[in-house]
């Protein structure tokens, strides 16, 4: 059995409906949400979300926002300056762009401003269903340490593209949660919890992590 394959068999019965810690009704709140979401807590960003998107219901009605109006709703996000102005900028362009929508391709979301592969990738995993694998630092680390990936995959790019390659297709979107999962709350970046993780048997070398990280 692979690792793919183990990872898939204990996580299917273990988490068989993975979902976002992201609240989210659309895929333009999704957007926003994750978008807010970079470097910064999905605790924090669900704190923040539900007036701004009182506020603002619509893409088109986040276009007529000003910078300054927005940011005095995400105020105590990370980058609050820098994500308001992107939000406003992102909005206006899916107006202007892709007629008030939010478009579903990876081509035409990354033309959005703020908006990077991985972001993109969410939107394209949960709010349309397409199989696509968003790597984050939990998922690129996760996927690193159990080895499935080569120590040459060293950038994010990479490490999605081995990914997609051993997950099957169907799989592919819930793996990015569960991977993302494990790596937030099992195997954590300073010190991994290697005595309770279900991924041992398949792990190079629990012990080395639990001494060196």
């Known amino acids: 059995m692979t690792k793919y394959q183990y990872i898939i068999d204990y996580f299917s019965k273990a988490q068989p409906d993975v979902a976002s810690e992201l609240n989210y009704s659309s895929a333009y709140e999704l957007l926003v949400a994750t978008m807010l979401a970079a470097q910064c807590t999905d605790k924090r960003v669900n704190m923040v979300t539900p007036a701004l998107f009182a506020a603002y219901p619509t893409v088109s009605d986040l276009a007529k926002a000003t910078e300054e109006e927005v940011l005095a709703y995400v105020k105590s996000v990370s980058y609050p300056n820098s994500k308001s102005k992107h939000l406003v900028q992102m909005a206006q362009m899916a107006v202007t762009n892709f007629n008030g929508e939010i478009p579903s391709t990876m081509e ?96 190079p070398s629990p012990k080395l992590l639990t001494t060196n990280c």
């Open 108 to 203: 035409e979301l990354t033309q959005l401003p703020g908006v990077g592969r991985k972001t993109a990738n969410v939107v394209l995993a949960f709010a349309f269903d397409q199989a696509a694998m968003p790597v984050d630092t939990h998922v690129f680390r996760v996927a690193h340490r159990l080895g499935l990936v080569p120590d040459s995959a060293k950038t994010p790019d990479a490490v999605e593209k081995v990914l997609v390659k051993n997950f099957p297709k169907e799989y592919i979107s819930r793996a990015h949660h569960w991977l993302l999962l494990h790596g937030r709350y099992v195997c954590t970046a300073r010190k991994p919890h290697c005595e309770e993780c279900p991924l041992s048997p398949i792990c």
